[in-house]
């Protein structure tokens, strides 16, 4: 007997943080389901969580198990969140990439960056054009966002229709790049939809979104007062604000340089794939370095306090052979994500300390979101009018706020954090069960689980520091000569005044002399024993518990 | 020939971050002058800068190098920033600690902690009663601010008054402690006021400061709607917000219960020192365990999402018997600091997972900050109508915007960030030079330069993880078996599919077969091209160069 037929919904990423989207559709018979992939994309590592590691994934393993079932995986948009994953983890699923022209640019490069197949990746058409993948006929659904060609999602299914949002914001005068049509998502609703799956980022902003066109006139108003060089940032992606920053520079006779490479690379796929155009005329850093400072406009990335892009590196003296000084102004035109506030900080006390003037964003002027507010929220769950509201793109406390905001209206919203299987084919929600979803890390060139405990390891070094004991021991398993200590992360000298490995090495050696023979017959035994000695002595001597290494030598061995 | 006097600033921490404050004051012949440090206190470490470190100072070693002529250590008040330091730092300078009675209660308690004699605090009136330090004549005059008993210090010299108004607000109804007395502020103006040394950290606060008591209805409010347990977390110091938030809960008609021993200890401080009085009755964890959760109020430690605080511990599960569930609700009464956010977020997200409801400050409702804003900063500059204005407390871009406040009315303002030393004897400031500072870290039990290199170390081991090599050399200079590493913090296995550790022993081995014996003998060498195999290897095989620890053990040794 055949088992029925089943809509499911599994996020493996995203529906627990703002970072490593990746949600898993499925319909037909339980465990047999046809599957699509939206979207791939990598959260940013951290020091307090995740030092040394270079980039996030989310676990796919569930999906990598299944993938003869995977019929293709669509990309919405072009923020690393969503595509940032595919090069590394393509090889893992080996279904076609189906994206709009500026997005699939930007996949494939990624693809060829990872020695993969940038022809996997397919260039498609918007609504009404749809990708037929096994079950599912899907199109991609204009909607405005921070990045030109943002999509929604419309995903016609057997069990009735879904609406997945993607990023999404309510801006009908985007600047440049897809606007919001209210008719083109009124027309998808109209069939029906039973399904919305809603982007939650915004869901604590109370009130109604601001158009990207509303910052124009105060960073013109800026820049035109403006006596020294003019230095803005914001996120490299957000072409529409390249341009406004650009046209405020021009319209106040200054030449416009780009720094830093995700700039530059935005504006070439920009005026590559049509969405951008008439974009100022830029000038190299080499032209820039020969004008005078107040002729002068530069666009740099690091928005967010990253170390080696282009602001914290002028913060730090020269890029490009460009440097601030007393009198510039420095514009950040975005806003600081939460945790990147320190190296934010970092950046603009050195500008401080070089005279230069900071302008950030707290009066909100300069810089407006590209995710749709509550009430913009509530807006489309009206419009849309669905059977049922899956939250995602949030943190747990975003989707539960964007259940409760569904709930106001009477509608149904259900809570489904990474791992949560939903059955989406009756006219409420089931949860279908949980399958084991975790991070992946990209540590250097090679992707590690993050229990693992490669990276707690690491952890535990920076807060411990690390002491390395040496024995050697003969072939009648004496020790020859005395333990030895090195020390790393430690402080040299402790209570006492002596050297720190001395005071080590003392006690080491004094447990040598004391250990029964078959304790130095017994490798576990006299590491355990040794690992003890040094936490012990290191405790009273400097009030630290390090972790320990003890490597026996033995010239039997 | 004598020198003529002089009277010099100078601070050695607190103008440059907003933390471990310590400003010197000095007069007499240049080189010669009679020493005053008002405040000695601490900030604290991140994993991003200052892993494993117990707490940050201030760099006394200046101070220290001059202790024989220094009078005396005033207290402003009991925040951590600026008396946190006085137990670990106080035998270093030896000079009597002043104090008005709930801050020398906390500063006692540090002295003890620390081993050190708890009556070199001195109980200390406030203005009009002076204390004779030297040339100085010095005062504490009350203010108000988020803890009982903040005090400006009245400091005359031979070349003038000073005022240095510690940490403040203009608070007319503080709830509790000194409420802001512009009279008696007017009073200390009359004699003429030559240096206002004024706090900086809210001057980008644009709006005129809130009063304390105006947080009591929405917190009343809010704790009478609640149905299950309320939980509320602010400072603990703010005593004041503690006796608002225990009102709200008796108001309410729930016993209330502390959390915390910071919390705890505070009250029990305010209470000895009478600067609180009838706050309600607490229980006990263990009476609040017996009671139903609607009738129960706690206010708990952890407002910054400190990992051991009763918040955090809650958000992991349980604390001291007590737990959270669904329908709870949860309030930080407070903001968070920049740089703590992922710690708070962390917190917000567990009580969401667990359906506890969490209400933040987001709207400015439950918390009101205890610094005076940028148009009391204003008031406070006409009111003392001093010659020179110097700002402090405040990262670089605070100090800067203070020195452009100050101007906005026609004042001088003067930039001295950390280890500029001011000439304030004639009409105007002089930089009269620079002295080194810097942070000196607590680490265990251990003070340590933050230029020793140790944390630095520790970062590097986090980031790049570690190898240990050991190999074996005979008296005859010849390898003894083969080289072998540990690894810690590294991934097992790379590009090629064997085992890292497999892998380097490999080309470690083929290593020492080509040496020279020139190589085999000498241990740097050997070091220095043990340690490069190790990185090459390792970069082609994990796309990482690690951290390399080389031992080399010689039987002739």
Chains 1, 2 share one sequence.
């Not at 989207?21 to 979207?39: K, M, S, T």
């Not at 072409?239 to 830093?260: H, N, P």
């Not at 707290?362 to 009018?385: E, F, W």
């Not at 320990?548 to 061995?557: D, H, P, Y």
């Amino acid at each position: 007997m055949s088992r029925p037929d089943r809509l499911i919904y599994l996020p493996l990423g995203g529906a627990g943080e703002i970072g490593m989207n990746a949600y898993v559709y499925g319909y037909g018979p339980q465990d047999a389901e046809r599957l699509i992939l939206v979207d791939l994309g990598v959260t940013f590592p951290n020091m307090d969580t995740t030092p040394g590691v270079d980039l996030i994934f989310a676990d796919i393993s569930w999906l990598e198990e299944r993938r003869d079932r995977l019929e293709a995986i669509f990309i919405t948009h072009a923020h690393e969140d969503h595509v940032g994953a595919v090069g590394h983890l393509w090889s893992r699923l080996r279904a076609p990439v189906y994206a709009r022209p500026f997005t699939a640019s930007h996949a494939s490069r990624k693809m060829e960056e990872q020695g993969q197949d940038p022809a996997q990746v397919i260039v498609t058409d918007p609504w009404p054009n749809k990708v037929q993948a096994g079950p599912f006929q899907v199109s991609f659904l204009p909607v405005s966002h921070s990045i030109p060609e943002s999509s929604g999602l419309v995903i016609d299914t057997p069990a009735g229709r879904i609406v997945h949002t993607g990023d999404f914001k309510l801006d009908v005068t985007p600047v440049l790049g897809d606007p919001f049509d209210r008719d083109l998502w009124a027309e998808v609703a109209g069939d029906g939809v039973k399904v919305l799956t809603c982007d939650s980022t915004n869901v604590f902003s109370p009130n109604p979104g601001r158009s990207e066109t509303s910052v124009g006139p105060a960073i013109r108003q800026l820049v035109e007062r403006a006596d020294g060089m003019v230095v803005a940032t914001t996120f490299a992606s957000n072409i529409a604000r390249l341009k406004t920053l650009a046209e405020a520079g021009q319209a106040a006779g200054r030449s416009v340089c780009l720094l830093g490479r995700a700039m530059r690379r935005m504006v070439e796929a920009g005026v590559e794939t049509g969405v951008l155009t008439d974009f100022p005329k830029t000038i190299s850093p080499e032209e820039a370095g020969n004008l005078p400072r107040e002729n002068l406009m530069l666009i740099v990335t690091g928005s967010q306090g990253e170390r080696r892009a282009a602001s914290a590196q002028l913060s730090r003296g020269k890029y490009m052979g460009l440097s601030l000084r007393e009198g510039d102004l420095f514009l950040f035109s975005s806003k600081t994500i939460p945790g990147n506030e320190r190296g934010v900080l970092q950046i603009v006390n050195a500008f401080s300390e070089m005279g230069v003037d900071v302008v950030d964003d707290d009066a909100d002027l300069y810089h407006v979101s590209g995710h749709a507010n509550r009430p913009d929220l509530a807006r489309i769950h009206q419009l849309m009018n669905p059977q049922i509201i899956v939250p995602m793109h949030g943190e747990h406390r975003h989707l539960r706020e964007h259940v409760k905001l569904a709930a106001e209206s009477g509608r149904t919203g259900v809570l489904a954090p990474n791992g949560t299987m939903l059955d989406l084919t009756g006219v409420t929600a089931q949860i279908a069960g949980y399958v084991d979803t975790g991070r992946t890390y990209l540590d250097g060139t090679v992707q590690i689980g993050a229990l693992d405990g490669v990276v707690r390891d690491r952890i535990r070094m920076a807060l411990n520091g690390q002491v390395v004991v040496s024995v050697l021991i003969d072939e009648e398993d004496e020790p020859m000569g005395e333990p030895w200590v090195e020390l790393m992360g430690l402080p040299e000298t402790g209570a006492s005044g002596a050297a720190l490995s001395d005071v080590l090495e003392a006690d080491l050696d004094q447990f040598m002399g004391r250990a029964s023979d078959k304790t130095l017959a017994d490798d576990d035994k006299l590491e355990e024993g040794l690992r003890r000695i040094v936490r012990q002595s290191a405790q009273a001597e400097i009030g630290k518990r390090p972790e320990v290494k003890v490597i026996v030598s033995r010239l039997s061995a």
